[in-house]
């Protein structure tokens, strides 16, 4: 049975071996020259004691993560800015009225991994609605960016984590959309 909690400290050295074992390999499947950097064990430790690590644990074994940040964690790379940016631009409908998108009603959230052999059996969306839960006492809305390319990250979330597109946009020659969900 699979067990949805909330990471400790002591799933850093888990987590340290998943990121580094599957961060590139998730993006080479979309294209070869990709690269991605693994989250560090001061940075899962923020995450932990800071932020949001959602897990999905098969008899004790991680199977499944996502992340969910407040926006200052990753603020200083320059693609969460352009994000910050457009946010400011869009509103929506939540629950009957129309709201503006901010750095304070808002998170950033993934990324999201699950094992290969897991994949396909409902984890994802279990995995998310569990986070979501987490999040909705602090947060009106996820937001969420996936590469043009990843057109089975983007196809997960519109159909089972219920995001919605909000923008599509361009940033250093690759294309993402930009996608938010009212939790």
Known sequence: MINYRLANLADVAPLIVLERTHVNAELAQADPNLQGQALSSAQLTQLINQHWIMLAEDDGKIVGYVIATHWSFF???????????????????????FVNISEKNSCQYGPIWI?????????????????????????????????????????????????????????????????????
């Open 115 to 183: 094992e290969a052999t897991y994949r396909g059996t409902g984890i994802f969306a279990e995995l998310v609605n569990a986070l979501y839960r987490q999040l909705s006492r602090h947060f009106a809305f996820v937001v969420a960016y996936i590469a043009d390319e990843n057109a089975r990250s983007f196809a997960a979330h519109t159909k089972y984590a219920n995001m919605q597109v909000m923008d599509f946009f361009s940033y250093q020659q690759r294309d993402y959309y930009l996608l938010l969900k009212g939790i």
């Open 75 to 97: 603020n200083n790379q320059g693609l969460y800015r352009n994000i910050l940016n457009r946010l400011a631009k869009l509103e929506c409908v939540h629950p009957s009225s």
